[in-house]
């Protein structure tokens, strides 16, 4: 085993990372999970060259392994993606590799709270920015892990608390912005305005604070960048949603629409996004039976559109 098999690794895992921000976790997952089968096992059921080409090698295939499990998990796999994120914090330990331990960790949590579990989300969250994960880590990195431990600290109604980690982690994205990149691991490459903006805006709405969220999710949908289609379109179905809760159902409506039109002939194939469909589908469906014309056109768009994302 190599630094150039290494390098293969890192790049490999920047092509799905990628694909998925754009196309969701349900386009190429075979195709990383036999690649995990293959190569990756080969490379590390080889001899290395030195124990720091060993290490990076783990890191490598634990970054890799940890982006299948969040592949399966925007693809609503929910067992698969767990079994795999248990595998990839257990391999970047043996790495030594402390932030992207505390970065697996946060994905585990970010899963936990959307599932309905805050308690385990809290702790899998409070362990992401424990000790060295979170010192160790990039500004950028350590602004993804306090948002997420923000959200989980709303979904236990610990309101301060969440407050003050979502100040904390807009204050590590503001020093990352200040540095530049250059010292930053590739994996984080998708964190940045919009990505916190999104996460604020869930944190204030577990708390109860619908127009701050409101404003957030805004935020989110007007700085967030054509590469990262899939998360864009669940932002958007997000809002929506919100947006119906209070009573403001034109609004509601025109922001479906504007996931539609993301998601029509994208290629997206998310099973997030589907359930954001599905979510948007119900909520339709008192007004449609009220004789919503656009309730209507909206609900037969979104039944096309179930059929090709995932």
Not at 208 to 233: I, K, L, N, Y
């Amino acid at each position: 085993m190599t630094k150039s098999h290494v390098e293969a690794m890192r790049e490999t895992a920047m092509f799905f990372s990628r694909r998925d921000q754009r196309l969701g976790g349900r386009a190429g997952h075979a195709a990383l999970l036999a690649y995990l089968r293959t190569d990756v096992n080969r490379y590390l059921s080889g001899r290395a060259i030195d124990e720091g080409v060993r290490r990076d090698a783990l890191s490598a295939a634990a970054e890799l392994t940890y982006l299948a499990g969040w592949m399966s998990f925007d693809s609503c796999d929910h067992g698969p993606a767990q079994r795999a994120f248990a595998v990839a914090i257990s391999l970047a330990a043996e790495a030594d590799d402390a932030p992207l331990a505390g970065h697996i960790l946060r994905a585990a949590a970010h899963q936990a709270v959307d599932l309905g579990h805050p308690r385990r989300a809290l702790d899998l969250a409070t362990a992401s920015i424990g000790d060295r994960r979170y010192n160790r880590a990039s500004p950028r990195e350590r602004a993804l892990l306090g948002i997420v431990h923000a959200r989980a600290l709303a979904a236990t109604d610990h309101k301060a608390e969440a407050l003050r980690a979502a100040r904390r982690a807009a204050d590590d994205l503001s020093s990352a912005d200040a540095i530049g990149a250059d010292d930053e691991p590739a994996r984080v490459f998708f964190f940045g305005e919009a990505s916190l903006a999104h996460e604020t805006a869930c944190t204030l709405r577990d708390l109860g604070d619908m127009t701050a969220a409101e404003e957030q999710f805004r935020h989110s949908v007007r700085t967030r960048g054509a590469p990262f289609a899939r998360t864009h379109a669940v932002t958007l179905g997000y809002l929506g949603e919100m947006q119906a809760r209070r009573g403001q159902v034109e609004a509601a409506c025109a922001t479906w629409g504007q996931v539609l039109d993301t998601l029509e002939g994208s290629g997206i194939q998310s099973g997030r996004v589907r359930e954001m469909v599905l979510t948007m589908r119900r909520a339709l469906s008192p007004i449609r039976r009220r004789g919503g014309r656009t309730a209507t056109e909206l609900d037969q768009r979104a039944r096309t559109i179930l059929r090709t994302v995932g």
